[in-house]
């Protein structure tokens, strides 16, 4: 992903979830994911996908079991 297209989607997905908490890390090597942050805490990771130049994003949640009490 672009710096751009990083900076829109993290824009939208603040905006969405009414949370500047909020970041998209971008990763250290190409290739790699973007890294989802609410805080310090990692949430998840985005990939970007170009389907016939159609262009989404998707946002993969991780949640731990032990996290849920």
Do not use: C, W
Not at 34 to 53: L, N, Q
Not at 57 to 65: D, G, I, K, S
């Amino acid at each position: 992903m672009s710096p751009e297209e990083i900076a829109k989607l993290q824009a939208y997905l603040r905006k969405l979830f009414s949370n500047k908490e909020i970041s998209l890390i971008a990763p250290t090597r190409k290739g790699e994911s973007v890294e989802f942050r609410v805080a310090d805490e990692f949430i998840g990771t985005v990939h970007r996908d170009d389907e016939e130049g159609e262009i989404s994003f998707a946002v993969q949640f991780v949640v731990l079991n032990e996290d849920l009490g």
